[in-house]
């Protein structure tokens, strides 16, 4: 009798199970025999409109995208055209690049590869294909607010279809020694490339093996400085000083194989078989017997650097306009799914 209950009992569960799978087979046929008629609806909370069977296609075929690619990779993701930022001139006192008025506006012609994956989420970090444009800083407006004006230009390249917005980015402004404050880009999913990144993929860690001042303030010294405190940016009179040596170079191919694409992606154009340059959002110093070198991070000559955006000499403070390419970083949703690749070879970008 036991037994027989058991069978019994089986055998209603296996008829359940058996025609909820039916149910389910008969729902997907009809479904698609729907989308034979060309039926489409609007995608909740968009205007978008999408047919029955696109809707169905992408539902089977679809997969997460940061499991699907690989560094290197082409990515569809599109920054649209809307956005623009604009970099003024500035003062001590008010954010600028210290040369000139320079507006950079986003494009949708832009190209995006894979740099790796956000360890906060999980998902996918884009970044632009090649360095975009020209950007000129330069002086002690430049050095004080380089920080500032590279990520607030990136930032517009952040609101494209898949782009995380709830990330916050921080930078920093003033002088290292007066007083330094923080920044904090929000709303947008993208920011500039720094040289914490570049130091990641390389498998850098800065130290004296790089310099063998850094991370010391070997020298005191009277000089002329980087200040908000008034309209030029420069200090009116010479200080004595003993900063912080941060400043280091150090060639990339010594660290990261060349032929890989983390390395293709960072330091050369393969197109033409050369370097490339652009600015890294980070700030250095380097301190020496008789003066300071105030300078902003660069990628330039395969390699990592830093060039001087002004030197503060104990008699005068000396300003050398420099222009290197800006590159933004886009991290993407962790939910973002993929049905493969496009025509193009870039993939395709879901945002369920």
Not at 3 to 20: E, P, S
Not at 148 to 154: K, S, T, V, Y
Not at 310 to 330: A, T
Request: aromatic fraction near 12%; include cysteine; proline fraction near 3%.
């Amino acid at each position: 009798m036991k037994n027989n209950k058991k069978l019994r009992t089986a055998l209603i569960v296996f008829i359940v199970i058996l025609a909820l799978v039916l149910c389910f087979n008969v729902g997907v046929y009809a479904a698609y025999a729907l989308a034979a008629t060309e039926v489409s609806y609007t995608k909740p909370g968009t205007s978008t409109s999408i047919s029955v069977k696109a809707a169905l296609d992408e539902l089977y075929t679809s997969q997460p995208l940061a499991k699907a690619v690989s560094v290197g990779d082409y990515v569809a993701y599109n920054a649209g055209s809307s956005k623009s930022y604009a970099s003024p001139v500035g003062t001590g006192s008010s954010h600028g690049n210290g040369y000139s008025s320079r507006t950079f506006t986003s494009s949708s012609s832009l190209k995006w590869r894979v740099l790796g994956w956000d360890e906060e989420t999980g998902g996918v970090m884009l970044i632009s294909e090649a360095p975009i444009g020209k950007f000129t800083m330069t002086g002690a407006i430049g050095h004080l607010y380089a920080e500032q004006e590279l990520n607030e230009i990136c930032k517009i390249y952040g609101y494209g279809t898949g782009a995380n917005t709830s990330k916050k980015f921080n930078y920093l402004t003033g002088d290292t020694i007066e007083e330094t404050t923080v920044g904090t880009i929000t709303g947008s999913g993208a920011r500039s490339i720094n040289v914490d990144d570049v130091n990641k993929i390389c498998g850098v860690t800065p130290s004296t093996a790089l310099t063998s001042n850094y991370g010391k303030a070997p020298y005191k010294k009277s000089i002329y400085y980087p200040t908000t405190k008034n309209s030029s940016g420069k200090s009116t009179s010479a200080k004595s000083r003993t900063d912080v040596h941060t400043y280091y170079y150090y060639t990339a191919s010594n660290y990261l194989a060349n032929t890989t694409e983390s390395y293709k992606m960072l330091f050369r154009d393969t197109a033409n078989s050369s370097d490339i340059s652009y600015w890294l959002a980070n700030r250095c110093v380097a301190s020496y017997s008789n003066n300071n070198g105030f300078f902003m991070r660069c990628v330039l000559n395969g390699g990592v650097q830093g060039n001087p955006l002004g030197f503060g000499y104990s008699s005068y403070f000396s300003d050398m306009p420099l222009g290197y390419g800006i590159r933004p970083i886009v991290y993407l949703k962790s939910s973002i799914q993929t049905n493969g690749k496009n025509s193009s070879g870039a993939w395709n970008i879901i945002d369920k």
